[in-house]
């Protein structure tokens, strides 16, 4: 059974400072998900990312995976109030048609001015 | 732009009740599937459904049942409400697996059950 464990699950941090959420997952996945949520709303999508080594970045986010490690990181430079939020990540499991989403537990991010 | 919807925000049901929670997506995506969040659990997986009535078992079927009668229309159903089911209730749905392109997956805004 698949597991995703995800820390920290709470963050703090100041205006401008750099950090790295992690997501281990436990069996092989072929898709590693990052998800952002604001309070009240629903899941926004962050990245999709499919193969070892994969990289993608989007302003001061970016995420990586090593399917080797079974580690996807979600690395903040020179955060920004803005970027408060909860982050998830999510392993895709399952063949044929059954595929589905495993989540991590989330980690609640606050930046500080 | 394409959506799920979900038919309530918020819904307060007493103990014992039948509660119905609709998610409708427009996007004729195949694959759709129901989760419950709570704090420092993230979201758990109830059910999902691969195609017309069909239907899995998630982490946490317990308590719970599905219907997906037509293809972009999937129900949770609470056959008789517990307290330990209020939370926030997020459907999704995504296309079947091997579709060309980037298979994300759409959410809903959440459903807030409270039962009393």
């Known amino acids: 059974e698949l597991k995703v464990e995800q820390n920290p699950l709470f963050l703090s941090m100041q205006e401008g400072k750099n950090y790295t959420i992690y997501c281990n997952y436990s069996?092989?996945?072929?898709?590693l998900y990052w998800y952002r949520q604001d309070p009240g709303k629903s899941l926004e999508s962050l990245f999709v990312?499919?193969?070892?080594?994969a990289v993608k970045q989007e302003g001061r986010l970016m995420a990586s995976l090593d399917t080797k490690a079974r580690l996807s990181t979600l690395h903040i430079t020179a955060a920004v109030h803005d970027l408060s939020a909860t982050y998830f990540c999510?392993?895709?499991?399952?063949?044929?048609?059954?595929?589905?989403?495993?989540f991590g537990t989330g980690t609640l991010l606050a930046v500080q001015p | 732009d394409v959506k799920v919807t979900q038919s309530s925000r918020y819904l307060v049901k007493r103990t014992g009740e039948k509660v119905f929670l609709e998610c409708v997506q427009d996007?004729?995506?195949?694959?759709m599937f129901w989760y419950r969040q709570d704090p420092g659990l993230g979201l758990r997986l109830i059910y999902f459904?691969?195609?017309?009535?069909?239907?899995e078992k998630g982490d946490i079927p317990e308590g719970y049942s599905v219907s997906r009668e037509k293809k972009e229309r999937f129900s949770l159903i609470l056959e008789s409400a517990s307290t330990n089911q209020t939370s926030m209730y997020l459907c999704?749905?995504?296309?079947?697996?091997?579709?060309?392109?980037?298979?994300?997956?759409?959410f809903g805004s959440g459903t807030r059950l409270t039962v009393v």
């Open positions: 999704a749905s995504t296309v079947a697996p091997g579709t060309p392109g980037l298979s994300g997956y759409t």
């Open positions: 069996t092989t996945s072929d898709r």
């Open positions: 990312l499919l193969s070892n080594g």
């Open positions: 999510a392993a895709r499991i399952g063949g044929g048609a059954t595929n589905k989403l495993i």
């Open positions: 996007m004729d995506h195949e694959n």
């Open positions: 459904s691969y195609d017309v009535k069909m239907k």
